[in-house]
């Protein structure tokens, strides 16, 4: 009987020794697994393009960047670039990119936990971050709208390039996301806004109208912004901007953080940019928002007829 007890009990050994052996393997396995990743927007002849035809050397920005505004039109490629060279001083190890769900499918704010493939290599998500949106319910995961939406896929490859360890949190919003919406969801990120994370929101402004028609637009919506008019701003449609919520969340952060001035870094539009004064265009400010920013001169912007066409 000893030894039959013994057997048995040796052989319940060997099972646990098994069985450990087994989930050892599953987690090392998981652990070593790679994430999924969307692939690249942007061909690496478009983003050679672009960052051949940005500023030789990027715009001081003196202060502590919180959050910032860029396009994600291609045709602005250059100011795309522009922007992220001059973040990357900044050297932050998350940014949060936030734009337009142009398709309004889906949830109303959307991100997912797939990386980014990008001619620079593969760009990793914040999996905690994300996570945590959606513990908190927030937002949705939806990697296939994800997957088609340019206001994340045209940023990522210029995080890539001149941010080549940061970590990003996507965000897409429907048009109809109120600013009530923007605060709970900056209530929530609110735990990781810290000084190692931007808030970036890609917004393209005036759409469809001609390049003079485009710049007194700007004007008038330059003027909401300088002036934090939020009711004003979530009026305005496609022939202003794209994306009142994305742009808002940029504005409401540094708002939070006691921020209400902003640098106008560029402000031109497509029409501009490819000497066309009659055809539809698609406008575009790059402002940043930061901790003892100088504002002063920067802070205007500039003529859209004053900026110096780039090639595409």
Not at 2 to 20: Q, S, V
Not at 218 to 244: E, V
Request: aromatic share 8%; glycine share 8%; net charge negative.
């Amino acid at each position: 009987m000893k030894r039959i007890g013994m057997w048995i009990g040796l052989g319940l050994l060997a099972f646990l020794l098994l069985l450990t052996g087994c989930r050892q393997a599953e987690n090392k396995g998981a652990v070593d697994k790679p994430n999924p990743a969307h692939p690249s927007f942007v061909t690496r002849q478009e983003l050679a393009d672009a960052l051949g035809s940005a500023k030789p050397e990027p715009e001081e920005i003196r202060g502590h960047q919180v959050s910032g505004v860029v396009p994600h039109h291609l045709v602005a490629g250059h100011l795309i670039a522009d922007y992220f060279a001059g973040l990357s001083r900044q050297n932050p190890e998350v940014i949060i990119i936030v734009g337009p769900n142009h398709e309004n499918r889906g949830g109303r704010i959307i991100t997912g936990f797939y990386d980014w493939q990008t001619p620079d290599g593969t760009v990793k998500t914040e999996r905690e971050v994300v996570a945590y949106l959606l513990e908190r319910q927030i937002a949705v995961q939806d990697e296939a709208v994800l997957a088609a939406e340019h206001s994340i896929g045209n940023l990522v490859p210029f995080a890539a390039h001149y941010l080549p360890r940061a970590r990003i949190v996507p965000l897409i919003l429907h048009h109809g996301v109120t600013l009530s919406e923007v605060d709970k969801l900056l209530t929530v990120l609110e735990p990781y806004l810290d000084e190692k994370v931007v808030l970036v929101a890609s917004v393209d402004f005036s759409h469809y109208m001609t390049g003079r028609e485009a710049e007194n637009k700007d004007t008038q919506t330059l003027m909401h912004m300088r002036n934090f008019d939020y009711p004003a701003l979530f009026r305005l449609g496609d022939d202003h901007l794209d994306s009142p919520a994305s742009l808002a969340m940029a504005f409401r952060l540094a708002e939070n953080r006691g921020i209400k001035e902003f640098r106008v870094l560029d402000h031109t539009n497509s029409g501009f940019i490819m000497n066309n004064d009659l055809m539809e265009t698609t406008s575009y400010f790059t402002l940043v928002f930061a901790r003892g920013i100088e504002v002063g001169a920067g802070a205007t912007a500039p003529s859209a007829k004053q900026e110096h066409p780039r090639p595409k």
